[in-house]
Structures are given as structure tokens and as C-alpha cells.
């Protein structure tokens, strides 16, 4: 049986792709086991498990606004982090498939396909498009740009003048599954609607609620993926 070594493995999204595996033996390692701002330690803990794949969904990611008020740990984590994994793999010869975000287009007419210029909005984005820099130094590697929400949606009330294109957290991790052979860059993301068109879908009693002018200069006006190139590749399946 194929290993797979999954960072961030407390994380929502890395307990949803144990969760549904029923194909590889995957080692989802927390950061007590797996720091990856320690180069020595990824190289330890390679070496320990001998994965032919890693997923790497460890990230400093949410609130997005303490990427501004902890520059240092966003640095540390998303690209420094990404850099260590990159050279453990590099080294091991392992399959690396980053977890990235829709963050790291420029939020302006949504939409957008893989090949389009970057041009992030906020520190998160430039945090993982840091890290994204550094995967592409291995030919064989994977980007996975997901737009990833929890499920149930996690909040009160949703946006319903902001676009995106929210996947599930569950559905999400049963794609990354079918990926992991897949190399180059690949956005992953649902229906292009509002958070609250999305939301209300399994919850009617969410809440409206209009984005900020100052929001919107955080996040964007529509940060929606064209996930067409997936939708081909999942035929297949």
C-alpha cells in the first residue's frame, strides 16, 4: 500500500482526507510530530515514514488579518514552512502536493484560470503563493489553488454581495484524494455564487450581510475559481 504523509493533520481538512481514504495508509501527523518550520525535523520524520506522497495542508491560515498583525509566523509557517517541505521531498524523492488558495489571484473579476497573471490581495495570499514559488521547483509537484469552506458552514450569517466559488471541506478532501498522481496546478472550487446563495442551501436561517468597502480591500470583490480543468479530469473517476 502507497503511504501518504498528511501536514496539518489537526486541521479540518486534513481530518476529512483520512476520514474518506480508503486507498492509501496515511500518516496525518500534527505539528508535535511534523514542525515543519524545522528543517531537520521534516527530514527526520521522512526518512521515519518513507511516504511516496506528501500532502501538505499545514498552513497558517485563518483569521486572514493575522497575516498583517503576525507577518513573522505567517512568514515562518506558509513560506519558510513550504521551502523546508520542498527540499525534504526534493531530497527523499517524494510526490509533493501543496495545498494553496484562491487567494493568490487578484480578487478583482473572479473566475479565474489557472494560467492568469497572480497578484494577491492580502498577506494570506502572498504567504501561499510564497509557498508556491518554492513547490515549483519540483517538476513533479502538485498546486491544488482551493477554495474550501467548513461543513456545516461555520458562521452566523454569509456575504451576499461578494462572489466565490466555496467547496465543501468534505468534498474537497475526496478530490485531493483522486490528485495526488496529477501534477502542475489545478484550481478546486465549487459553483461561482455568494456565500450566502451557498450557505443557505443546507441552512436557511443564515444570516444576510453585506461585505465592507474596507473588507472587500482584504478580501476581494470575487475571488472565484474556473474549475473546469478539474471537472475534465474528474470524468475519468
Same mark, same amino acid.
Given at each position: 500500500?502507497?503511504?501518504?504523509?498528511?501536514?496539518?493533520?489537526?486541521?479540518?481538512?486534513?481530518?476529512?482526507?483520512?476520514?474518506? +481514504?480508503?486507498?492509501?495508509?496515511?500518516?496525518?501527523?500534527?505539528?508535535?510530530?511534523?514542525?515543519?518550520?524545522?528543517?531537520?525535523?521534516?527530514?527526520?520524520?521522512? @526518512?521515519?515514514?518513507?511516504? +511516496?506522497?506528501?500532502?501538505?495542508?499545514?498552513?497558517?491560515?485563518?483569521?486572514?488579518?493575522?497575516?498583517?498583525?503576525?507577518?513573522?509566523?505567517?512568514?515562518?509557517?506558509?513560506?519558510?514552512?513550504?521551502?523546508?517541505?520542498?527540499?525534504?521531498?526534493? =531530497?527523499?524523492?517524494?510526490?509533493?502536493?501543496?495545498?494553496?488558495? +484562491?487567494?493568490?489571484?487578484?480578487?478583482?473579476?473572479?473566475?479565474?484560470?489557472?494560467?492568469?497573471? =497572480?497578484?494577491?490581495?492580502?498577506?494570506? &495570499?502572498?504567504?501561499?503563493?510564497? &509557498?508556491?514559488?518554492?513547490?515549483?521547483?519540483?517538476? $513533479?509537484? =502538485?498546486?491544488?489553488?482551493?477554495?474550501?469552506?467548513?461543513?456545516? /458552514?461555520?458562521?452566523?450569517?454569509? /456575504?451576499?454581495?461578494?462572489?466565490?466559488?466555496?467547496?465543501?471541506? $468534505?468534498?474537497?478532501?475526496?478530490?485531493? =484524494?483522486?490528485?495526488?498522481?496529477?501534477?502542475?496546478?489545478?484550481?478546486?472550487? &465549487?459553483?461561482?455564487?455568494?456565500?450566502?446563495?451557498?450557505?443557505?442551501?443546507?441552512?436557511? +436561517?443564515?444570516?444576510?450581510?453585506?461585505?465592507?468597502?474596507?473588507?472587500?480591500?482584504?478580501?476581494?470583490? $470575487?475571488?472565484?475559481?474556473?474549475?473546469?480543468?478539474?471537472?475534465?479530469?474528474? @470524468?475519468?473517476?
Amino acid at each position: 500500500m502507497r503511504r501518504i504523509i498528511l501536514s496539518g493533520g489537526e486541521g479540518e481538512l486534513a481530518k476529512k482526507i483520512f476520514f474518506f +481514504n480508503k486507498k492509501y495508509k496515511i500518516y496525518a501527523l500534527n505539528k508535535k510530530t511534523l514542525d515543519i518550520t524545522n528543517y531537520k525535523n521534516v527530514i527526520k520524520v521522512i @526518512k521515519k515514514f518513507k511516504p +511516496n506522497y506528501f500532502i501538505h495542508a499545514a498552513a497558517f491560515s485563518s483569521p486572514m488579518t493575522q497575516h498583517e498583525k503576525n507577518p513573522i509566523e505567517s512568514i515562518n509557517v506558509n513560506i519558510i514552512g513550504t521551502s523546508n517541505v520542498v527540499k525534504a521531498c526534493y =531530497l527523499s524523492k517524494t510526490k509533493l502536493i501543496y495545498i494553496s488558495t +484562491n487567494f493568490v489571484y487578484p480578487g478583482k473579476k473572479g473566475n479565474y484560470k489557472e494560467a492568469e497573471s =497572480l497578484n494577491p490581495i492580502n498577506l494570506y &495570499g502572498w504567504s501561499k503563493l510564497g &509557498g508556491e514559488c518554492a513547490v515549483k521547483f519540483l517538476k $513533479d509537484s =502538485l498546486i491544488i489553488r482551493a477554495c474550501i469552506t467548513k461543513k456545516p /458552514f461555520p458562521h452566523k450569517y454569509a /456575504f451576499t454581495n461578494y462572489l466565490t466559488s466555496f467547496l465543501s471541506n $468534505d468534498d474537497a478532501a475526496k478530490i485531493i =484524494l483522486k490528485l495526488v498522481n496529477k501534477k502542475g496546478i489545478i484550481n478546486m472550487g &465549487g459553483k461561482i455564487q455568494t456565500p450566502y446563495e451557498y450557505a443557505t442551501k443546507e441552512n436557511k +436561517n443564515i444570516l444576510r450581510k453585506k461585505i465592507s468597502l474596507e473588507q472587500k480591500k482584504k478580501m476581494g470583490y $470575487d475571488t472565484s475559481l474556473d474549475s473546469s480543468n478539474l471537472k475534465n479530469i474528474l @470524468k475519468n473517476f
